[in-house]
Structures are given as C-alpha cells and as structure tokens.
C-alpha cells in the first residue's frame, strides 16, 4: 500500500507555519528528515553479520534502535507522515534483509533472519491497518492534520510563523464546533461505537501533542504567547469537550461511570493476518473447535471435584465453596509468599528447570490499587508480584467480591505462573539471554509457558485436595473461555454483554470479574490475539513436550533451560532451535501441534 503525502490543505498550511525565514540554509544542504530516502537509513548488513554466529544480534539491534529513534522522532500518532516514513522505513529494511546471503548462515542465525523479515512484514500490514482507520474515523477528527502539521514542523526545526499558527488554532475551535452541530442533529448518522471510541481516544492523544508544541514555544519566544495563549486556550478546551462529546454522546458513557466496553474487531482477515505472524497454521474456526474440545475436558473434571467435595456433579456449587476459602484481611501478603516458595520447591526438587537464586531472591511484592482492581480483579505478576485483595476504602460489596476473587485456592494455582517457573523467571533470562529477540516478543510464548506449566504441574501432583484441582480448573477454564471469546467478538459474532454472560455461565465467574476480563481484553492495549495465546500457546509446548520429552529424546530440565534462553519466539521457531533444524530460506509455519496426541 502506497501511503498518502500530507493532504493539500495541510501542504499548502507549511509555508506559513514554517515562517518567512524559515530557509533551507541552515542545514547546509542537508535534506529535511521528511524528504531524506528512507533506504539511507538502512546500514550494509553483511558487515554486521558475524561469520558462524549463531545469530544476527548486531542486525536485529541495529533495525531496532533506529526504528525506535524514527517512532520518537515522528511521535503524532497516525499522522500520514508517520506512517508514510514508517512504510518507506520498513520497506527499505525488507529488501535489505531479503538480500542477505541466507546459505551461510548458521541455523541460529536462520532463525533470526526468518524473525526479522516476519516482523518487518508485519509491521506493513498493521500500518496499512491503521491507515484503514484513520480513513473511517476522519470525519469525527478533522483537526488531525493540523495539529501534525504543527508539530511536525517544529520536529523539522522550522521557527513557527505566529499570526498563521494562531489562525489555525483558532479555526480548530471553529471546526470542533461545527462538527459537533452536524453530529446533534437528529437526522445525522451516527458512526459505529468503536469507531467513536477510537476517535475519543485520539482526540485524547492529539490534545496531548499540541500541549506539547504550545509548551516547546511558551515563555521562550516572546511573540508567541502573545499570539497563541487564547486561540491554544480555545483550541485545547475544544479538543477535551470533543472527547468527553464523543465518549457521553456517541458511547453513552456518563461523567464518572466507567468506560463503555466497545472493543475494535479485527474481522477474518484481520485474525488470518495475525495468525500468519504467529506462525499459527490454523484458521480461527479451527482454534475455537479446538477450544471446545479443551472446554469439555475441563467440564468432565469439574463434575469429578464436584463428586469428591459431596456435591454431586453441581459444579458450580463446588466453585461457590471454593470462593468462600479465603484468608482473613491483612493474611494474604503471607499467604503469596508461601505459594510462591512452595512452587519453587515443587520445580526444583523435581529437577524440572534450572532456578538460578538470584532469580528467587529479587522478586517483590506490591498491593494493588482498589482501581487497579476494577479492571484486573485478580493479581497480576512478573518480578513484581502486585496481589490483589480487599482495602478497608472498599464498600462491604466490594470487599466481598475481592475476597471471593482472591481465594486461596485460585492464588495457589496462579502465583507459580506469575512468577517461578512463570513469568518472572521468564523475564530474568530475556534480559540475560538473546536479549535482541525481545523485539519478536509473541504472547504465545509470554503467556503460553506459563499456562504450561499449570498443564504439567497438573499432571505431576501439584493440587493435593478437591479445592485445589478447582483452583486449578477454574483457570484453565477460563483460559479455554478467552479464546472463545475473542475469536468471536473479532469475528463479529458475539457482543461484549455475550462474552461477559458466556465468562458468568460456562467458567464461573462472579460478574464484576467476568465485566472486568473483558474490559481489559477488548478495551486495553492487548493485541486481538492475546487472550488466545494462553491456551494456544500451552498447547504448543505441550505437543513440543510430548515429541521431545516423553520419547526420550531430552531430559525435561534442558528442554525447558532451552526454551528460556532460546527468546520470545513462536513456538514453531522454538521447535525448529529445539531441534537443531536449519530452516530453508521459504520456510512457512506447518507444524501441526493439534494433531499430537500428548
């Protein structure tokens, strides 16, 4: 996709903004960063590809810095010029690693070479998506290309021309007004919410820039605050009663309530592109059997703890109990503690993994906000694990929804995940072990071991009684649930009210934890498929175990050491360095782990 240039309105605008003695003289022939080639950012790559390494760290790290310093550099987001320069960016390096000598490269090396070109791919087509977007939300955000013009011509280091700047300002509070007045008015077509919301959110993100350009010239020049206090003054309030018109009038969301859940579907082609990119060769249908398969093994196990607790097979009765299991306040820091060292016991007196005592010696521990807990009612992890649980600011209802969220039969089956052997061992090898691989980072290697090892802990033992296999299962339940459920909503299939009653009736969920797992899957910063990533993830490594560790080929302790010092890679690539296969140069994912009987 070619992207557009700065519209006519806006390149005409350029002159004026720039300022009269806003000549080229001053970079002493050097091209604007704007018009300088894009393919002169790229460096000669086979000078930095060390012979017989068994990577391509130097290339991956230099492709990384400079696309960062161009993203810092071109910071309006979504402008046409941000994401033409990214294009033209991204396209240069295509052809440069395309040109690479790809046969004397080590298998190692391979791998990244296949990263690489994977991302810089992908990169394209989630450009040309925002594109897309900014196409369908153009209407309801007609000052974009003016506040990128302002910003854009003061990162190009042309002095500001001020009577033209504040015109423009202030025909930016004229045109939020007019807009406003088309929208209100009854016979006008409304935009779809998720557009609107999309729209808010970049009203939001634009304000913020323009701040920034008043605040670079501010106190500094002094013509310009005499030109630009009032019509910024003007302009930023317009922006902010913009958004909150956006958000109240076209989401209907009420001063102080919380956000609308709206979410932004992908649709098939969208989940087709993204699964090409996680090297997944399953289409989404193929993934949501899948899951069902998944949800059904875990329902037949329910109706077992449900026998053992003497409940017969109701087991939502046995969740119920098991929600009522809970510490006192004031006990659950201790309680985190001990699950956590309890873990840490179970893996290394198995010889399942190598735990390195730093590692276990520098993890933290956080309380969590009552906020924070709105939108993550569970605890969250990493080398800081933040635990979720009742404060006395809480109301007696919200007490007891943390208390039945936080029991000590769903801690035990999740601290190991966020922090040994799961995320927080994960994150002290990536900053130690291939650390330029942390630019591929896919949540079906982030999330996907750590479901492992609820998997295999499952199966070694770890959960001793009845309540501690529905501690268990309640997770691995609801982990089979978010692919469900959002594969379908970005199929267009099912509404976030469907996916919270689906949470409600076939997990278990209490509903304020069931609203808040689906706040946060479709209105965070979450890629579409990371909530299948879990369970998809898990499964991979599963089918990777069963090929390698249960035949006998590798002791478990190495294939999981390899596995983290190996990266955050798809899971396909982690077979491949598993087994030592140097990929050919037109390799495309094919590993059919569904099929493998584990």
Known sequence: MKFPRPTTAILALLPLLNGAAAGADFRHGQPAPGDRPAAAYVPELRGLVRPGADNLREVVDHFTQDRDALLRYHSVPGSDLTL???????????????ALPYPPLTPGARLDWHLLRRHVAHQMELQERAAARNREMAELIPFAGAIAALQETRRALHPVAHAAAAGELARMAEQIKELR?????????????????????????????????????????PQFGWWMRAPHQAAAAA???????LREKMLGQKEGEEEPIVGDPIGAEGLRSDLVNEMIPYSPDELIAAAEKELAWCEAEWRKVARDLGL????????????????????????????????????????????????????????????????????????????????DTMDHAGKLDSLRANNRHFCRATVHHELIPGHHLQGWHLSRFQPHRQLFSTP?????????????????????????????????????????????????????????????????????????????????????LYQVAYMMGAIQLRALHAELVKSGRMPAKDFHDRILRGGPIPIELVRAHLTGTPLPRDHRASWRFLDVNP
């Open 84 to 98: 033409r320069r990214l294009d033209e960016f991204h396209r240069a390096w295509q052809s440069a690693v395309e």
């Open 181 to 221: 007045g088309r929208l209100e008015r009854p016979e006008s077509s409304r935009p779809p919410r998720a557009v609107a919301l999309r729209a808010a959110l970049r009203t939001t993100e634009l304000a913020g820039v323009l701040r920034n350009w008043f605040d670079h010239y501010n106190s500094y020049d």
């Open 239 to 245: 922006l902010e009663g913009h958004a909150r018109f």
């Open 312 to 391: 017969g097979e109701d087991w939502k009765a046995a969740l119920e109990r098991i929600k009522r299991d809970h510490v006192a306040p004031g006990e659950q820091p201790a309680l985190i503690a001990g699950q956590a060292y309890e873990a840490i016991a179970f893996v290394t007196s198995r010889d399942l993994l190598t735990v390195p005592p730093h590692a276990i010696d520098t993890f933290r521990m956080n309380m969590m906000s009552p906020e924070r807990q709105k939108i993550a009612p569970f605890f969250l992890g990493g080398e800081t694990i933040q635990v979720s649980f009742p404060t």
């Open 444 to 528: 079906f290697w982030i999330e996907g071991w750590a479901l492992w090892w609820e998997f295999l802990l499952w199966d070694l033992g770890f959960p001793r009684t009845p309540e501690e296999r529905g501690g268990m299962l309640f997770w691995r339940t609801h982990r089979c649930a978010r692919i469900l459920f959002s594969l379908n909503f970005h199929l267009g299939r099912w509404t976030p009210a469907q996916c919270i009653d689906f949470l409600v009736e076939r997990v278990g969920h209490d509903r304020h934890t069931a609203t808040g797992e689906v706040r946060r899957s479709f209105n965070g910063s979450y890629s579409p």
